[in-house]
């Protein structure tokens, strides 16, 4: 079956601009997060949907971030103005779920490297 | 503030030794750790994950400890391989709240196995 896919792989972008980047889930996977990777860091929780809950915010580094899910479907992330501090790898991840005990296993796509130039 | 400390940032191992990663936490709300792998190019991957109610869990040649009491976790390799040589993540994640099932990751550890 597809796994979580992610679009663009690769966007260069001048700073100032704004940008757009999509994450298409596993089918039936009602939680999605978006990381950012820095390179040679660990991953750095954004944001997280589950269901049609309010997604959890906490993780966004400005209000120049902002990202939507349409139902538990593809999920857009934008930067706007972005800046050469933007530059990374923006990862998507979906899983089932997390309700009880259930496996919270999260599934990756491959990421999305972003450069501001 | 990292929720989730891993060491060491880098590891080199020969083919055949045993490679060892280490992780401490300090939230007690954590229940489940699990470990990730990455390959360049890739997103990362789940290697093996625990719950807190165990104190070890071996999947083939990987095997996680668990130290409630110190709040660490390792994962050990054995007979590490080349084509183990990837970036390793710990994580953790909590288990009530708004925050529930989003993962809080170490900063990794670059493996790599000499042949």
């Known amino acids: 079956g597809a796994g979580v896919s992610q679009s663009p792989s690769n966007k260069v972008t001048e700073k100032g601009k704004d940008v757009e980047l999509r994450c298409d889930p596993i089918?039936?996977?009602?939680?999605l997060y978006w990381y950012r990777q820095r390179l040679g860091q660990g991953l750095e929780f954004l944001i997280y949907?589950?269901?049609?809950?309010?997604?959890?915010k906490s993780g966004l580094p400005s209000d120049r971030f902002s990202a939507e899910r349409t139902g538990e479907s593809v999920s857009t992330l934008t930067i706007q103005r972005t800046q050469q501090e933007d530059s990374a790898v923006y990862l998507c991840?979906?899983?089932?779920?997390?309700?009880?005990?259930?496996?919270?296993?999260?599934?990756f796509g491959p990421g999305t490297r972003l450069t501001v130039l | 503030q990292q929720q989730v400390k891993q060491s060491p940032q880098s590891l080199i191992v020969q083919k055949g030794g045993i490679s060892i990663i280490n992780c401490a936490y300090e939230?007690?709300?954590?229940?489940?750790f699990p470990w990730y792998q990455q390959f360049p190019g890739k997103g990362p991957a789940l290697l093996i994950a625990i719950r807190p109610d165990v104190s070890e869990k071996k999947e083939g040649r990987f095997t996680i400890s668990f130290n409630k009491s110190a709040k660490q976790f390792s994962l050990h390799i054995m007979d590490s391989q080349p084509g183990d040589s990837a970036t390793y993540f710990c994580?953790?994640?909590?288990?009530?709240?708004?925050?529930?099932?989003?993962?809080?990751f170490g900063r990794g550890t670059q493996l790599t196995v000499w042949p």
């Open positions: 949907f589950q269901g049609n809950s309010a997604p959890d």
């Open positions: 089918s039936g996977h009602t939680a």
């Open positions: 939230n007690t709300a954590f229940d489940y």
């Open positions: 991840a979906s899983s089932p779920g997390t309700s009880g005990r259930a496996s919270n296993e999260q599934f």
């Open positions: 994580a953790a994640s909590i288990k009530w709240g708004s925050t529930l099932g989003r993962l809080y």
